[in-house]
């Protein structure tokens, strides 16, 4: 309280003593009128009794005008227009100085101008300089200038640039709308207003998926355009197989990624039939954080992958949606108060059954598939100051097994958040989200029937600031609290007529919280990116944990004591500090050389042993036995743009440490399992490899080529040798190209070509039966490949006519999208399998198994009205 | 369960890692009085078509504190007891081998287990559709089983299905359960997945085995059943519990187990 009083004091003293020299700058000028020299004009002044304070040696000798009656202010005023001095008050002087421009501060929003929608990454820029600005998460931006006139250029992937004059005389605020692209047909010259984010950005090595409708998101299987299918073109980002659900980023475990949708966590990004969850018609932006970590982020030891959900339309009502043989979509968006707020819901529904037992079975044990996705925002902008969102998804898939076994699984999501301009150079976001992943798996089978569910659910909060004191200096801070509730598994009889027992494994507590500070600064033709997160995980009770031998591994045998922890008991801390350091060197206006590095701390780890997550593997907090994977990772990138930044280029080598991976024993019994502890190993792994990426951004023709060499590997010791055994998901080389050409203002056609080295394989040296089972024997672990994967996609983009026949136009859009997948029906090699011949009983057989054999035609319709 | 309609599989000859021709042990002593059985053979080359065995072994199984049996070599890598005998529930068995070559093979000493009763077998059916005659349906029968576990104690189990006196091997051969969900309590057993026909002989024999020897088939059973797509387990080695005692650095393959059988039959009506 004291201090409290002190400080409001000293800020009354220095209103007074403020107030003083502010009102010598309203007392009058005696001096007759005239031209005179500027010092000695000065000195006269302060005798007189107004508190002046300048060194005669730091100012001009100009000539000034001085007019009879005029005001301190006015005179100062007049000679700062003219650009001979400047001045401020300070403390009760009036300090007089060398002539410099001030600096005033514009900030503002860039939005579409159909939706009003607010648009993530369009760039700012000050025509002239290198000044520059992009629009953060939120859609805002803030930047720094000298007073006087200047030339804004606005420019985002997908939308017409433009230019804007402002003359700044204050602290300004503005609203830009962008209007997005149509096709162009002709190769439009692009003058040095085209976006050069790509160069210099201080944050490197980021994958964007921009999923406008004038984008190259391209389609995938079935006509279907999918998120995480379309980031597998990028460098640096793999998936095991084709039917495999989780994704790796350079090199890292597909539990080591942050998956954000509107700032909540996504625990399961996959549906069944490897569909990922987010429908792409509600997503405005997907960016995927592969090597340097923004503090903000943190939490996996890979990457972070930042969805954003649409906000909707706040201008005009829309429907739009889609039918293909996998899913139907429909979305309705519109404002609530026109231009002020909005909301944006959409339904999508699977139609096919992606199994083949549906088809090729009449039993009524076949397998039945479905999943659904809902998703939800509404967003307020009452005041240029102030955004208020509430966005939510809710994913649900539902196989059943046999006769009435059901499993249902699915991520749910709720957040908050509002973002506060809290003056015109501290921007703020508050965040709060719920998320839940659960599954529940029903058997009615009688009289075995039973019940079991696992669930997480995470409470968090989370704040953000972002601080501009200068167009190139910017200071971003922020905590974030997360508190993670795991039922690993419940296990219940299904009604009383059931005698299976009740199983119910104790409840895991976790409050996973962070600190960051970073700091981006510009000194030279240097960008710099720093600052650290400071993580902390604490695990609290209740639980019982069991005490093990201290020179023995844990298992049964070895427990010498069990503890019991209370309600909120804290059992075991950890954390981490957390550096982060990007340098942006530019090193002329079309290419830098980047450097960055990366820590960052897991306390989350997925349970599970097989090559390729299933939904109902279980996540576990770190505990007492399993600390949390630490990564870092160091990374130098040479970006390039050409032509008036049409094409832009980067070539990049990362190298990563993998400390504490937690994996599994061989044919651990990970379900309902108590004491994980006894199955868990803890290795040390390493990644590294080269990306090049070249891509083509405007004109008929727009796409890029990526290529990656790259090793991800575990390390074991045995028998103090070490050795590196590449993982399950390494591909030495993965090549891909993407093109779209637009024909006409109604056809566009696109392909995709992928190429990659086969995965690793472990073959069996040897065969023997054992009661009858042939039996394969391995010696070495991953020492062959499979044989090279490639494909060729292609699609035809087929739009309805614009305009009617009496050539008004059309108020609705529609297109077809026909789509060929493995054009030449090659049968890429998913694994062998090795089994005993049906024909020579005993002889061993290694058979190749494709997932997709042939050509896949697919087909969707799309409506917009 | 990814759109399998459009998969396809071949039969594939690629190169092999060298092959190490290691001795394989398989044996299960039970508490049934019989010619008891072990079986040796030698793995080999995974393409190869022979499947070689081990005739010349001097094979003895040893109760602790107590006798030991002997087993002769009868055909096909078999071995069996010179003469019948059980194993005693609660009393500790190993295996022993000499080889030609004087290695000494040993397993670690196995408790046979305590007796689970078959408390009901009964035939249950449902109908479907019959795939040989489009539009008709048949009935499928299929047995229900309940065995009452013992409280308190961690039991292990086996099932065995046989129709008609062969034992079904699909979908699966090795059938494991344990009481984890069911201590104390009835353990209720649908097996669906296996087809009997009317007037079929319907047995089933339940097998109280040690978690040794459960482990042990459970790590079989998922190298020999699902090695293939991205949802299976990685490859690797079945570790059992025999070793070589003259050279312990050598890599024995397979198991010497003890098991208490109950069974139970009935004619499908």
Same mark, same amino acid.
């Given at each position: ?45 302060? #005798?007189?009794? =107004?508190?002046?304070?300048? +060194?005669?040696?730091k *100012?001009?000798? &100009?000539?000034?005008? /001085? @007019? ?38 514009? #900030?503002?929003? =860039?939005?579409?101008s159909g +939706?009003?929608?607010? *648009?993530?990454? &369009?760039?700012?820029? /000050? @025509? ?46 503005v +609203? ?29 090595s ?10 190259i ?10 998120v ?34 509107d ?21 405005n ?56 707020s ?96 659960s ?8 009289p ?97 944990i ?23 008991q ?44 299933a939904?109902?593997d ?43 991976n ?15 502890e ?18 083509k ?28 055994i ?64 490639h ?5 035809l ?13 059309r ?55 | 369960?990814?759109?399998?309609i ?42 190869g ?7 010349d ?21 078999n ?89 079904l ?18 353990i ?33 059973k ?7 797509a ?27 187990g ?12």
């Open positions: 309280m004291n201090s409290l009083r002190s400080i409001l004091f000293i800020g009354l003293v220095f209103s007074f003593i403020n107030g003083i020299a502010q009102s010598a700058l309203d007392s009058l000028i005696t001096i007759e009128s005239g031209s005179y020299s500027l010092k000695p004009t000065l000195q006269i002044i302060k #005798n007189a009794g =107004v508190p002046l304070a300048f +060194s005669t040696n *100012l001009p000798d &100009a000539e000034v005008s /001085v @007019r009879k009656g005029e005001t301190v202010l006015d005179f100062l005023e007049r000679q700062h227009q003219n650009g001979i001095v400047s001045y401020s008050v300070e403390n009760s002087q009036i300090l007089v100085k060398r002539y410099r421009p001030r600096k005033f501060t514009i #900030n503002g929003r =860039v939005g579409d +939706s009003n929608e607010h *648009l993530i990454g &369009a760039n700012i820029q /000050v @025509r002239g300089t290198s000044l520059g600005a992009t629009t953060n998460g939120y859609g805002y931006f803030s930047i720094t200038l000298d007073e006087g006139e200047h030339d804004i250029i606005i420019s985002h992937i997908g939308y017409k640039s433009f230019s804007s004059k402002v003359d700044l005389k204050g602290n300004t605020y +609203s830009y709308s962008v209007n997005p692209n149509v096709v162009q047909l002709e190769e439009v010259e692009i003058s040095s207003i085209a976006n050069d984010i790509n160069v210099v950005s201080n944050i490197p980021v994958s964007r998926l921009n999923i406008s409708e004038n984008s998101l391209t389609p995938y299987l079935l006509g279907e355009v999918d995480i299918q379309n980031s597998l073109l990028q460098p640096g980002i793999k998936a095991i197989g084709e039917d495999a659900g989780g994704i790796h980023i350079r090199g890292g475990r597909v539990d080591q990624n942050l998956i954000l949708l700032e909540a966590l996504i625990y399961n990004p996959v549906h069944v039939g490897q569909v990922s969850v987010f429908n792409p018609e509600a997503i932006d997907v960016k995927i954080f592969k090597g340097f970590i923004p503090p903000a982020y943190g939490g996996r030891a890979s990457s972070v992958i930042e969805v954003r959900q649409r906000e909707g339309n706040k201008n005009e009502h829309n429907f739009s949606g889609g039918i293909g043989i996998l899913s139907a979509r429909l979305l309705a968006e519109g404002p609530i108060k026109k231009g002020k909005s909301f944006l819901t959409s339904v999508r529904q699977s139609l096919f059954n992606p199994s083949i037992e549906s088809f090729a079975s009449t039993s009524v044990r076949r397998e039945r598939i479905s999943f659904r996705d809902i998703n939800i925002k509404i967003n307020s902008n009452p005041n240029e100051r102030n955004t208020y969102y509430l966005s939510g998804y809710f994913g649900n898939d539902r196989n059943t097994v046999g006769f009435n076994s059901i499993r249902n699984w699915g991520n749910s999501t709720l957040t908050f958040r509002w973002n506060h301009l809290i003056n015109p150079k501290l921007f703020s976001n508050f965040s709060s989200f719920i998320s839940e992943y599954y529940k798996v029903e058997s009615e089978e009688e075995g029937a039973f019940v079991s569910t696992s669930r997480i659910v995470d409470y968090g909060i989370k704040s953000d600031f972002t601080y501009s004191f200068k167009p190139t200096n910017e200071l971003n801070f922020g905590f974030s609290s997360i508190f993670h509730r795991l039922r690993p598994g419940d296990r219940e009889p299904f009604d009383i007529d059931a005698n299976t027992n009740t199983i119910k494994l104790d409840t895991e507590h976790g409050l996973e919280s962070a600190i960051y500070l970073s700091q981006q600064t510009e000194v030279g033709s240097f960008l710099f990116n720093y600052g650290f997160r400071y993580s902390t995980f604490h695990n609290f009770g209740p639980e019982q069991f005490v093990y031998s201290p020179d023995a591994l844990p298992s049964d045998t070895t427990v010498i004591d069990t503890v019991n922890f209370s309600d909120g804290l059992i075991k801390f950890y954390d981490n500090f957390e550096p982060r350091l990007a340098v942006n060197w530019r090193l002329n206006e079309t290419s830098s050389l980047k450097l960055a590095y990366s820590k960052t701390a897991q306390y989350l780890h997925l349970i599970s042993n097989t090559r390729s997550p939904p109902t279980i996540w576990k907090l770190s505990d007492t036995f399993i600390p949390p994977t630490v990564s870092e990772q160091y990374s130098i990138g040479f970006y390039k743009n050409f032509k008036q930044n049409m094409w832009e280029s980067s070539l990049e080598f990362y190298y990563k440490d993998i400390i504490r937690i994996a599994y024993k061989n044919g651990a019994d990970l379900v309902f399992n108590e004491n994980l006894r199955e868990v190993l803890i290795n040390e792994g390493r990644a590294y490899g080269l990306e090049f990426f070249l891509k951004k405007y004109g008929k023709l727009t796409g890029w080529l990526s290529y990656t060499l790259s090793r991800s590997e575990t390390r074991f010791d045995e028998n103090d040798e070490v050795t590196y590449v993982n399950d998901f390494d591909k030495t080389h993965d090549f891909s190209t993407t093109w779209a050409l637009t024909l006409s203002d109604r056809v566009s056609i696109s392909s995709n070509f992928v190429f990659a080295t086969g995965i690793p394989v472990t073959l069996p040296s040897d065969k023997y039966t054992f009661e009858n089972n042939l039996v394969p024997h391995f010696i070495e672990r991953n020492q062959s490949r499979l044989p090279d994967y494909r060729l996609d292609l699609s983009k087929w739009k309805a006519k614009k305009y009617k026949k009496d050539g008004s136009k108020k609705n859009e529609d297109f077809w999208v026909l789509t060929l997948y493995n054009v030449y029906s090659r049968q890429n090699v998913n694994s062998y399998f090795f089994r005993e011949s049906s024909i020579i009983p005993s002889l061993g057989e290694i058979v190749q198994y494709s997932i997709f054999g042939t050509i896949v035609p697919g087909i969707t319709y799309s409506f917009k009205f | 369960m990814t759109l399998f459009l998969s396809c599989e071949q039969v594939v000859v690629i190169p092999l890692p060298s092959e190490q021709g290691l001795l394989v042990v398989e044996g299960w002593l039970t508490n049934e009085v019989e010619r008891q059985y072990v079986r040796l053979s030698q793995s080999n080359s995974f393409s078509t022979i499947n070689p065995i081990i005739t072994a001097t094979v003895l199984v040893q109760l602790r504190n107590g006798p030991s049996q002997t087993y002769s070599y009868i055909s096909n890598g071995y069996l007891s010179d003469t019948p005998y059980s194993g005693i529930e609660g009393e500790e068995y190993r295996l022993s081998i000499v080889l030609r070559n004087g290695d000494l093979i040993r397993s670690t000493w196995t408790t046979i287990e305590a007796n689970t009763e078959i408390v009901l077998l009964s035939v249950d059916s449902f109908e479907e559709n019959d795939p040989d005659n489009p539009g008709q349906t048949k009935t499928v029968f299929f047995p229900r089983i309940t065995a009452r576990d013992s409280a308190n104690y961690e039991n292990y189990y086996r099932w065995m299905l046989f129709k008609n006196g062969s034992q091997t699909e979908p699966e051969s090795i059938i494991l359960q344990n009481d984890r969900f069911f201590d104390g309590n009835f209720p057993n649908l097996f669906d997945a296996y087809e009997y026909d009317i007037n079929d002989n319907m047995k089933v024999e339940l097998h109280s085995i040690t978690r040794e020897a459960f482990d042990y088939l459970s790590l079989l998922s190298q020999t059943s699902t090695l293939s991205a949802a299976s387990t990685t490859p690797a080695i079945v570790p059992g519990n025999i070793s070589n005692i003259s050279k312990p650095e050598e890599t024995i393959l397979g198991f010497f003890t098991r208490s059988i109950s069974a139970d039959s009935l004619i499908v009506r």
